[in-house]
């Protein structure tokens, strides 16, 4: 597998961010009107940009003015027509450009961040912090405000959701958690693991109630005596 520079105007040969070679294979039919291109390996190209592959796919749609769809069943990625990879690797910089890359250190280390009630969607570097809106002129952002990606939380020991908003986080990890998940954008609420005082907290709720009966019943009884 061959990989090239996610930036392809980067001539640096030892750059960190690398991607697989687009690879395209044209399914040729009788008719012409039938034809199909499949994006071999979109998936793996996608992985690389942390994009879903549906963003790249309906971009070709939009660029090349064809109808671009998800064969899940056997796991393809089509664009109607015939279209040879090297016209889709150019339309796939595009996309780069305006959807990954970061305009102020141009590295392809961004997050999007959605919000459809505000109709924005935003690149957020990771690298250097910067924060920039997309160009939302463009077809493609109304696909993404209305298919959002998935917020996927990495695994950390102990991490697990609470009500599906906060995470609850031992405390030894919180500064692994927060280091983690900037890049996934807005962080949930952190909700410190039990320690041992909620604990005994917790038992002093359930057995308060014995022992003052307790106590009252001795002194009833030593007062009788």
């Not at 298919?147 to 990495?154: A, G, I, M, S, T």
Request: net charge positive.
């Amino acid at each position: 597998m061959t990989l090239i520079n996610i930036d392809r105007s980067n001539p640096d040969q030892f750059c960190r961010y690398k991607m697989p070679r687009l690879v395209a294979k044209v399914e040729r039919c009788r008719n012409k009107k039938d034809r199909k291109t499949i994006v071999v390996n979109l998936k793996e190209i996608a992985a690389s940009l942390n994009r879903p592959a549906a963003y790249p796919l309906e971009y070709f749609g939009c660029e090349l003015g064809a109808q671009a769809m998800i064969d899940s069943k056997n796991d393809r990625y089509i664009v109607k027509g015939a279209h040879d990879a090297h016209r889709l690797q150019e339309v796939l910089d595009g996309f780069i450009t305006k959807f990954v890359l970061c305009q102020n250190c141009n590295n392809p280390t961004t997050a999007l961040q959605v919000y459809p009630k505000k109709n924005t969607i935003e690149k957020k570097c990771t690298a250097c912090g910067n924060s920039c809106i997309v160009d939302m002129k463009h077809k493609l952002t109304s696909y993404i405000l209305n298919n959002p990606p998935k917020l996927e939380l990495r695994k950390i020991p102990g991490l697990k959701r609470v009500n599906g908003v906060g995470v609850e986080v031992p405390a030894e990890s919180v500064d692994e958690y927060l280091r983690m998940s900037f890049e996934l954008g807005p962080q949930p609420e952190i909700i410190m693991g039990p320690t041992f005082c909620d604990f005994f907290a917790a038992l002093w709720r359930i057995v308060r109630l014995p022992v003052i009966i307790v106590v009252i019943v001795f002194i009833v009884h030593k007062c009788c005596e």
